[in-house]
C-alpha cells in the first residue's frame, strides 16, 4: 500500500497486506494499524493500477449478475471488468501510481510522557524522524500516538471522536480548550477521564451511553471530500482496533459449468466484435469473422442481439440462485473412474465417490471436487454489528451497508482455487427428522433466541434460517474439526458453504462442503479429497467430538432466550464444542447447536439427526 495523507513521509509505502486480505479484512474504509501511524483505506477512487501490468479482470458473470441485481450502485457494473483484484504495489520502486493509498486517520493523537498526556490534533505537532512529536516544555519533546477512540454509526460512517464537545458536554465550552487524556492503570473506561485546562471534565464511560451522544456526522472519509451523508443514526464511541470495527460483505460464486449459457458465453468471449452490434451489422460481422461466425453457428441473430441489450444495459442475465446453481452441479456429477484426473484448463472437476465402509445412515451422496475456483468480491461493509447473508449467500444490500466508491463501475475480488468434498443429506430422512415432535420444540427455542435478538436490531425483518440450517451449520463445524486432524490443511485453513433450503421450496437443499484453496496459485495438493473417501471415519470421530463437550452440562443445557450473555443465536454450542476459526465460518459462529445433531446431555435423543453413532 502507499500511504497518502496531509504530511507525506516518502515514496516508501507504510505497509503491506495480502491482496485476498484487502478484499475481506483490509478493504476500503477499513482501519489499520501501522508501525508509526493509523491509517484509513481508500475507496476505490484511491486504488491505482501500475500501466505496464495493467488491470487483472476476475471474471464471474453468475456472480456479477447477482451482485448487479442486489446493489444499490452510484452507477452500473461494467459488463466487461465488473470485478478486480487489488493493485500489487512495487516493492522495488515504490510509488504513488501503484498501489492503495490510505489517509492518516485519527488524527488526534496522545502525548505519552506521564505528566503530559496532552491530546491534539496531528496540525498542532511536528514531525521527527517520521514520527509525530510534542514539545511538552522546552527542554522536553515526546512522541505521540494516534488516540485509540474514534466515533462511528451502524451505516458505517466514521468520524473523529468529538473530543472538546466531550469534555465541555455539562458546562459551557471554553474559548480555548486544551485536553489531556488521563488512563487509569486498568484501561477500564471508567477509568478513562477527558479532562481541560478550563476544570472541565468527563468519564469517557459516559460515551457508552448512545442517547446522550450527538448525532452521526454522516463522514465517509474513505471516499475523499464532499462525501457526506444524511444520517438519522447517533454516534457511538468505537475502540479503533477492536473486532467490530469492520465487517466486511463478501458474496461469493463457484466456477460451476451452466447449461443453457453457451449462448451468453459466446456473446461474452467475443464483446469487443458485439458490443455495438444491431440487426444491421450483426450478419456482416458473422461473414467477415471466421472465429466470431464460428461460435455463434448454433444461435440465431434475434436470440443473439437479445443477450447483447441485456448485457449494454448492465441487466442482469436471468439465472437460478447462485447456490441452487452449484448444488444442482454437484449432484449431476458421474460416479468417479480409476485414473480420471482433470485437466489444467479446469476450473471445476467433480466426481461423485462411495466412502470406505459405505455411505452412513442419513448420507445419500459425497462428491469429491478435484479442482475448485471460487470467486469472491467484496459489495460493502458495516461497522458495529455484521449484515446477515440469506441462505443463498446473498445481502439485503438496501438496508445497511457502506459504499466503497461514489463513482467506480467495479468491485475489489479474488480468485481461489483449491479442492473441496460436500456431502449431501438424505432429503427424505431430514424431512422426517423435521417432523419430530422433539425437534420441533428445540426449534420453538432456537426461534425464541433469535426473536430476542431480532429485537437489538431495530428495523430488521430477517427470516428464521429454520432447524435444518442449525443442523447442516453444526454437522459442517463438527466434520471440519474432526478431518482437518489428518486431511494435512489446518483447522483454519478449511472452510465451509452451506446448501441449504427448506422442503418447501423449488430445490430443497441439504448439503455442506468442505473446502480449502489458495489465491494466486494453480490450487492445492488433493489431501482434503484424499481424506473425503474416509469420510466415514471422519463422521464417527465428529459424533464423539459433539457428543460430549468439556464445558458439559453448562454447554449442553445453554438456553438461546433471556441468556444474559446475548448468546441469542446458540443453543447446546460453545469454544469448547463448536466453535471454529472465523475464517472458516460463514456464520461468526452462530445458528449452531450441536444438540440437533448428536445425542446431548439435558436433550432427547430423537432431536438428533445421528441419534446413534455412524
Known amino acids: 500500500m502507499a500511504r497518502w495523507g496531509k504530511h507525506h513521509l516518502g515514496p516508501q509505502p507504510d505497509g503491506r497486506s495480502r491482496l485476498s486480505q484487502v478484499v475481506t479484512t483490509f478493504g476500503p474504509g477499513a482501519m489499520i494499524d501501522l ?29 456479477r449478475d447477482a451482485v448487479a441485481r442486489l446493489r444499490p450502485l452510484e452507477r452500473e457494473l461494467s459488463v466487461e471488468a465488473a470485478f478486480r483484484e487489488p493493485p500489487m504495489g512495487d516493492d522495488k520502486e515504490p510509488n504513488r501510481f501503484s498501489g492503495i493509498q490510505v489517509l492518516e486517520f485519527p488524527q488526534w493523537f496522545v502525548c505519552q510522557h506521564a505528566d503530559c498526556r496532552a491530546l491534539m490534533r496531528s496540525g498542532q505537532l511536528e514531525i521527527k524522524s517520521g514520527r509525530y512529536v510534542h514539545a511538552c516544555t522546552r527542554t522536553r519533546q515526546t512522541e505521540c500516538v494516534p488516540v485509540r477512540f474514534v466515533a462511528a454509526c451502524p451505516r458505517g460512517h466514521l468520524d473523529e471522536f468529538p473530543w472538546v464537545w466531550f469534555a465541555h458536554r455539562d458546562r459551557e465550552r471554553c474559548a480555548a480548550p486544551s485536553l489531556q487524556l488521563i488512563e487509569g492503570a486498568t484501561g477500564d473506561f471508567s477509568e478513562v477521564l477527558v479532562q481541560c485546562a478550563c476544570g472541565a471534565s468527563a468519564p469517557l464511560s459516559a460515551a457508552q451511553v448512545e442517547e446522550a451522544n450527538p448525532a452521526c456526522s454522516g463522514r465517509r472519509p474513505w471516499l475523499g471530500r464532499d462525501s457526506d451523508e444524511d444520517c438519522d443514526q447517533r454516534q457511538r464511541m468505537l475502540v ?7 465487517f466486511s460483505q463478501v458474496m461469493s460464486a463457484l466456477s460451476v459449468p451452466e447449461q443453457g449459457r453457451e449462448m451468453e458465453n459466446a456473446v461474452r468471449t467475443h464483446w469487443d466484435n458485439l458490443r455495438h452490434a444491431d440487426a444491421e451489422s450483426l450478419p456482416f460481422a458473422r461473414r467477415l469473422n471466421d472465429r466470431l461466425r464460428e461460435a455463434l453457428a448454433p444461435f440465431g441473430d434475434g436470440a443473439v442481439l437479445k443477450v447483447v441489450a441485456a448485457l449494454r444495459e448492465g441487466k442482469p442475465i436471468p439465472r437460478e440462485p447462485i447456490r441452487t446453481a452449484e448444488y444442482r452441479q454437484f449432484l449431476e456429477q458421474k460416479r468417479e473412474l480409476p485414473g480420471e484426473l482433470p485437466t489444467l484448463k479446469d476450473s471445476f472437476f467433480a466426481r461423485e465417490a462411495q466412502p470406505e465402509g459405505g455411505l452412513p ?32 449467500g446473498e445481502y439485503d444490500l438496501q438496508v445497511r451497508t457502506a459504499l466503497l466508491s461514489q463513482i467506480a463501475d467495479w468491485l475489489p475480488a479474488s480468485e ?11 432429503e427424505a430422512a431430514v424431512r422426517e427428522w423435521e417432523q419430530r415432535p422433539a425437534v420441533l420444540e428445540r426449534g420453538r427455542a432456537l426461534l425464541q433466541g433469535y426473536d430476542e435478538w431480532l429485537k437489538t436490531l431495530p428495523g430488521a425483518t430477517l427470516a428464521f434460517p429454520g432447524v435444518r440450517f442449525y443442523l447442516l451449520h453444526s454437522l459442517s463445524h463438527l466434520v471440519l474439526s474432526a478431518i482437518s486432524l489428518e486431511c494435512g490443511y489446518a483447522a483454519s485453513a478449511l472452510r465451509e458453504r452451506i446448501y441449504c433450503a427448506p422442503a418447501d421450496a423449488p430445490t430443497p437443499m441439504a448439503a455442506i462442503l468442505l473446502m480449502t484453496g489458495t489465491p494466486g496459485s494453480e490450487g492445492t495438493l488433493g489431501g482434503l479429497v484424499g481424506q473425503g473417501r474416509r469420510l466415514r471415519a471422519h463422521l464417527r470421530r465428529a459424533w464423539e467430538m459433539g457428543k460430549l463437550c468439556s464445558n458439559d452440562p453448562v454447554c449442553g443445557t445453554h438456553s438461546p432466550a433471556g441468556d444474559p450473555a446475548e448468546r441469542f443465536l446458540e443453543g447446546a454450542a460453545c469454544h469448547g464444542c463448536l466453535f471454529v476459526a472465523e475464517c472458516s465460518c460463514e456464520r461468526f ?25 455412524p
Open 35 to 63: 508501525v508509526d501511524h493509523a491509517v484509513l483505506v481508500g475507496g476505490l477512487e484511491f486504488w491505482s493500477y501500475d500501466r505496464q501490468r495493467g488491470v487483472p479482470v476476475v471474471p464471474e458473470p453468475r456472480l
Open 240 to 246: 479503533r482496533t477492536a473486532s467490530h470495527g469492520y
Open 361 to 392: 445412515p442419513g448420507v445419500a451422496r459425497v462428491v469429491l471436487a478435484h479442482k475448485l475456483r471460487e470467486v469472491r468480491v467484496q459489495v460493502g461493509f458495516t461497522r458495529l454489528g455484521p449484515a446477515v447473508a440469506d441462505l443463498q
Open 416 to 426: 481461489i482455487r483449491g479442492e473441496g468434498v460436500l456431502m449431501q443429506l438424505d
Open 589 to 613: 459462529n452462530r445458528y449452531l447447536d450441536r444438540a440437533l445433531v448428536v445425542p446431548t446431555l439435558g436433550h432427547p435423543a430423537e432431536a438428533a439427526f445421528f441419534a446413534e453413532r
